[in-house]
């Protein structure tokens, strides 16, 4: 019986946000990000090459020039990986468009993506807690974090996001090899993986540290044969030949600033991962409360969190463009989200009154950035997005939902929304209220 209980949760784990992911996909508004991918599939499909037409470029600005030829600037990745769904679209437009079921099939694709790794933050969890506090990290990576906003949109952070914390389940079930191949396909999805690799070769002895670079590189060699095919060398990349920005891509760091856009991306009103996600400062406390016996794993997932913040503190472009919050964050989510079982596990009374609240926040700020728009106004570090522009859309009805148009009647979006929002936080609720779920942790 409690086996069939675990069974139950873990399938929830995956289905509850898939559902959810796949009724506030976008489909009405685009930026350059998703555009470049959408240019870049469509020429690997159909013209079965990685450049494009000028007209074609035009559509986004993160497009690179090599010797007058247009490709996209970013890594290939999310535009190869989701080529079976755009293939689809594709197929059913007849023609290249921006905004047809090319978009909206490889949206599809990423949420099937972040729903996969919602199943893995509970599969990650329950190797060191029980059912109830790993189904609360679950639902705190799904619902209560930028996981979901992003998961609606065709960006690159969900689908690296995958494969970095499939590496980590591996990690933890002792298959070096397996964590290290998740990990070099994660690389030609998003080429700022390769620094999860430090923190886990920290964590692995000498052996397993050398199965996983043997597993690294029999997946990560497909990046740089990318690479030679598009530009003649292994290490030429996308974005060296960028034409908004400078091939020397080491002139794109700064060390002046750094600290203050490390407070920016951590507390910033504008995009200040705790602004967006207040539940995850619960995160460290939960490390805080492993130290005794889980150091060393608490000690990972601090440093893999540290890792990419840390590296983006020193980034020019900081603040990720036009976007919702801090989105270059969202493959750190799930090492906060992780240790949040522990927190939840110790807590009593007032303590879990707060982890209570700060998910239900949570969840209301990323609801309206998922229905309303991820590519939010811009502003100044002090500017809110969930309050100061994505909640007058809400009011106004306006929604980029796949399933209504912009010009929704405000009384029924509101309805809308709050139902979204009955789903994601009574359920989960009265499911972490069942005096079953007493399972213990799997043995570590």
Same mark, same amino acid.
């Given at each position: 019986?409690?086996?069939?209980?675990?069974?139950?949760?873990?399938?929830?784990?995956?289905?509850?946000?898939?559902?959810?992911?796949?009724?506030?996909?976008?489909?009405?508004?685009?930026?350059?990000?998703?555009?470049?991918?959408?240019?870049l599939?469509?020429?690997?499909l159909?013209?079965?090459?990685?450049?494009?037409?000028?007209?074609?470029?035009?559509?986004s600005?993160?497009?690179?020039?090599?010797?007058?030829?247009?490709?996209?600037?970013?890594?290939?990745?999310?535009?190869?990986?989701?080529?079976?769904?755009?293939a689809?679209?594709?197929?059913l437009?007849?023609k290249?468009t921006?905004?047809?079921?090319?978009?909206?099939?490889?949206?599809?694709?990423?949420?099937?993506?972040?729903?996969?790794?919602?199943?893995?933050? @509970?599969?990650? &969890? /329950?190797?060191?807690?029980?059912v109830? #506090?790993?189904?609360?990290?679950? +639902? !705190? *990576?799904?619902?209560a974090?930028?996981?979901?906003?992003?998961?609606?949109?065709?960006?690159?952070?969900?689908?690296?996001?995958?494969?970095?914390?499939?590496?980590?389940?591996?990690?933890l079930?002792?298959?070096?090899?397996?964590?290290?191949?998740?990990?070099?396909?994660?690389?030609?999805?998003?080429?700022?993986?390769?620094?999860?690799?430090?923190?886990?070769?920290?964590?692995?002895?000498?052996?397993?540290?050398?199965?996983?670079?043997?597993?690294?590189?029999?997946?990560?060699?497909?990046?740089?044969?990318y690479?030679?095919?598009?530009?003649?060398?292994?290490?030429?990349?996308?974005?060296?030949?960028?034409?908004e920005?400078?091939? @020397?891509?080491? &002139? /794109?760091?700064?060390?002046?600033?750094? #600290?203050?856009?490390?407070?920016? +991306? !951590? *507390?910033?009103?504008?995009?200040?991962?705790?602004?967006?996600?207040?539940?995850?400062?619960?995160?460290?406390?939960?490390?805080?409360?492993?130290?005794?016996?889980?150091?060393?794993?608490?000690?990972?997932?601090?440093?893999?969190?540290?890792?990419?913040?840390?590296?983006?503190?020193?980034?020019?472009?900081?603040?990720?463009?036009?976007?919702?919050?801090?989105?270059?964050?969202?493959?750190?989510?799930?090492?906060?989200?992780?240790?949040?079982?522990?927190?939840?596990?110790?807590?009593?009374?007032?303590?879990?009154?707060?982890?209570?609240?700060?998910?239900?926040?949570?969840?209301?700020?990323?609801?309206?950035?998922?229905?309303?728009?991820?590519?939010?106004?811009?502003?100044s570090?002090?500017?809110?997005?969930?309050?100061?522009?994505? +909640?007058h859309?809400?009011?106004?009805?306006?929604?980029?939902?796949w399933?209504?148009n912009?010009?929704?009647?405000?009384f029924?979006?509101k309805?809308?929304?709050?139902?979204?929002?009955i789903?994601?936080?009574?359920?989960?609720?009265?499911?972490?209220?069942?005096?079953h779920?007493?399972?213990?942790?799997?043995?570590?």
């Amino acid at each position: 019986m409690k086996q069939t209980n675990e069974r139950v949760y873990r399938t929830i784990s995956f289905v509850l946000p898939f559902l959810v992911y796949s009724l506030t996909l976008n489909a009405l508004w685009a930026s350059d990000h998703p555009n470049s991918l959408l240019d870049l599939q469509y020429a690997l499909l159909v013209n079965h090459t990685a450049f494009f037409p000028q007209s074609v470029a035009s559509n986004s600005v993160d497009i690179s020039v090599y010797k007058d030829h247009y490709t996209s600037a970013l890594a290939p990745g999310s535009a190869i990986l989701s080529a079976p769904f755009g293939a689809l679209g594709i197929a059913l437009d007849k023609k290249f468009t921006l905004f047809g079921y090319e978009r909206l099939f490889d949206e599809l694709f990423v949420a099937l993506c972040a729903s996969i790794s919602s199943f893995l933050v @509970y599969s990650v &969890s /329950r190797v060191f807690w029980g059912v109830r #506090p790993s189904f609360l990290s679950s +639902l !705190s *990576f799904a619902f209560a974090s930028l996981a979901w906003p992003y998961a609606t949109v065709f960006f690159q952070h969900d689908i690296a996001l995958l494969f970095e914390v499939c590496s980590l389940y591996f990690v933890l079930k002792h298959k070096p090899k397996s964590a290290g191949f998740s990990l070099g396909i994660a690389l030609i999805v998003d080429y700022t993986s390769a620094l999860f690799a430090l923190p886990i070769l920290w964590y692995l002895n000498r052996k397993r540290a050398f199965g996983f670079v043997l597993g690294y590189l029999s997946s990560s060699w497909t990046t740089f044969a990318y690479n030679y095919l598009v530009f003649g060398n292994p290490f030429t990349f996308p974005e060296s030949y960028w034409i908004e920005g400078s091939r @020397y891509l080491l &002139s /794109r760091f700064t060390l002046v600033y750094a #600290p203050i856009h490390f407070l920016f +991306l !951590s *507390f910033s009103p504008y995009r200040g991962l705790f602004a967006f996600s207040p539940i995850l400062a619960f995160g460290f406390y939960g490390m805080f409360l492993m130290k005794s016996q889980l150091k060393k794993p608490a000690t990972l997932f601090l440093l893999l969190f540290l890792v990419n913040i840390v590296f983006y503190s020193f980034w020019d472009d900081w603040d990720g463009g036009l976007c919702y919050g801090p989105r270059f964050l969202v493959e750190s989510l799930p090492f906060l989200c992780v240790p949040i079982s522990c927190a939840f596990e110790k807590a009593r009374g007032v303590l879990k009154m707060l982890i209570s609240v700060s998910y239900a926040y949570s969840v209301v700020v990323q609801a309206l950035g998922a229905l309303t728009s991820v590519f939010s106004k811009s502003g100044s570090v002090y500017f809110y997005q969930p309050l100061e522009f994505n +909640l007058h859309m809400l009011q106004k009805g306006v929604f980029t939902t796949w399933w209504m148009n912009t010009n929704f009647v405000p009384f029924f979006a509101k309805v809308t929304f709050t139902t979204v929002l009955i789903f994601c936080l009574i359920i989960p609720f009265f499911m972490l209220q069942a005096r079953h779920l007493c399972l213990k942790a799997e043995v570590f």
